[in-house]
């Protein structure tokens, strides 16, 4: 199985939403992982709810630093931050350029989360054709 790390800056948002959206759509296929690149003490209450009306579970989600997740990552995922990750050594990597729903209502934490299914889904129809 591949592992996939999902990277923003605080890991409180689109990371965490996008791990949780990738954990349940790629079971068994993938390993999935998020972090951010500074500290941040809880994941956002609407990213929470929003995935919620999923029926997927984050509330034991927390965030993460970098440090914090294995160091074989096979891809490596950014979310569209406009900070440079630090160096994580990878196969593949790819920025999403989501804008950051945070302080917005939650019709905008709904819109990031479609977003982030879409693109979850894409990335792992590619997993499953080989073609990263």
Known sequence: MKKVAFVCIHNSCRSQMAEAIAKELGKNLIDVYSAGVEEYPEVKHLAIKVIEELNIDMKNQMPKLIKDIPNDIDILITMGCGVECPYVPCTHREDWGLDDPSGKDISEFRKTRD????????????IKDNKI
């Not at 979850?120 to 129809?125: A, E, G, M, N």
Request: proline residues 0%.
């Open 115 to 126: 977003i982030i299914i879409e693109k979850v889904k894409d990335l792992l129809t590619r």
